[in-house]
């Protein structure tokens, strides 16, 4: 979604941003990223922040870690603030204008783009972080979602992916799906997603932008996804918790869904409109259900219990408006 398109938009922001000050160097000579080696031979764990430079829920649960000494009890954990230009211009008064600065850094990584001639801040910095990003066995983005949505997991194209979120358990809806027509994510890039490589990354949407819940989720994730890879103790937390912020939101019990992306919708106008404010999670049980026009083109479901993934409710033209997904056992 264009930034433009929300400005006129009053967002409700509940938490402040972080003061990344302290972490700005870095200690790997790439601005922004902390490295921590254990004791004994394991995975390199990576986790990035601000791909989008407003997304800050996850910036603070990394933050958080970094204010308590990582000491990871095997293996190497990569911690990355990622679009430092765009989260420096965050206002709070105008929280959707921060998202990027010249592009979407999240539809840049694909090879061509990468080692291409073309430039912006965004691709620059991308092309900066690229070599710690291509050491990772584990990438976990952070996200969080302007409109209304039940979190979820992006696991793109890959079993391993999947595999992964469905061992994580929270949030409960994996959601596999070949990402956005205007650029590939990171998750999409060729470490992570050539089908006979082993690195594996996942996307986490933690929920709605600049709310609490959102931050406790992501903290949540992050101490589960060390456990599960041994630079933590799954009984106990990898970072003596700081003062007033919380070890880690408990993990739900239940088991997760897994979902499949059958349709991405593009919107090709700039009349693009659902027939109304949909949630991200809504389940539409009839096929061939009108949700959405764009311009004279009607939107239908194409099957029954048709799941809505981050419906868009003021999408630009030539940006993803929804993903139509199918459910699964």
Known sequence: MSVTETEDLAF?????????????????????????TGPTPGPHVGIIALIHGNEIAGAIALERLLRSAPRPRAGRLTLGFANLAAFASFDPA??????FLDEDMNRVWDRATLHGNRSSRELDRARAILPIIETMDVLLDLHSMLWP?????????????????MRLGAPPLVVADDGHASGRRLIDADRFADPAGQATAILLEAGQHWQTDSIDLAHAVVHALLGLHGLADAAETLFGAPSGAPAGAPMPASAPRFARVTRAVTATTSQFSFVRPFRGGEIIAAPDTLIATDGPAEIRTPHENCLLVMPSLRASRGHTAVRLARLYD
Do not use: E, K, M
Not at 149 to 165: E, H, I, Q
């Open 12 to 36: 409700p922001v509940h938490v402040r941003a972080p003061d990344l000050s302290p972490w700005l160097a870095g200690n790997t000579g790439i601005a922004g990223f902390h490295q921590f």
């Open 149 to 165: 949505s039940d979190p979820l997991f992006l696991c793109g194209t890959t079993a391993r992916g999947r595999d992964l979120a």
């Open 94 to 99: 105008r929280p959707t204008a921060s998202r």
